[in-house]
């Protein structure tokens, strides 16, 4: 049985975390899946984007009580190594993969599941959503699976001490007024909105995209001469793709853009 519900239509993929009556929470068995799908996206050109969601009233609570952190109890350096590089391997493959992500939030987002959401590549939040980076309150880092990396590029390094150091959640408005979510709509809205930016992202220059993504991915640790030589680089390739003539051509033609293929 999968660890998550799994559907595909129009370009799109759809995670559903499927746990609701332990809001979410992962295991080593979901991860393990989770860094697989991910990892075998790379061989899905197919496909232009990934919602990622949870069933029922949380996205997801972040690492199960009893499946993890009662289990790591007693276990070995060498074994509690082995899980944490699974949970990063999780948010790497997520930002290797070269479709777009939407985290889609519908409700709690704590821990783990909130290093999920900042690992996706836009964050669309339900009112009633609250997000936490939990770590220290279970007598962790707050810094873990990629959150200290990500997280300052999104809320600043002042506000993201305070969420990582404190582990207190904030609500659906202090986060999309912060930066970390890019949208908050009411409840019923959610799933709407959701279909509305992965249609229209999926209707994009899927190469232009991965680019993009890979670009971002890269620039935090370059110099701004080093970044614009890679930009540089980029762009060139871009201008070579079948979508910059297509969409020069369509704007000849007073018509929409139809992108193609997503190979260079």
Known sequence: MSA????EENQVARITLNRPDVLNALTVEIYEELRDTFAGMKQRPDLRVIVLTGSGRAFCS??????IIGRLQGRSDEELLDFTRLTCD???RMREAPQVIIA??????????AALALASDFRIASEAARIAFLFVKVGLSGTDMGVAHLLPRFVGFGRATELLMRGEFIDAPTAERWGLFNRVVPANELEAETRAWAD???AGPAYGLRVTKEILNRAQGLDLAEALEVEARAQALCMKHPDFKEAHQAFLQKRKPVFG???G
């Open 261 to 263: 293929r997503t190979d």
């Open 62 to 67: 972040g690492g199960d009580v009893k499946e």
């Open 4 to 7: 998550f519900l799994y559907q």
């Open 104 to 113: 889609s939030l519908n409700g709690v987002t704590a821990g783990a599941g």
């Open 90 to 92: 999780t948010v790497l």
């Open 200 to 202: 229209s992202l999926a």
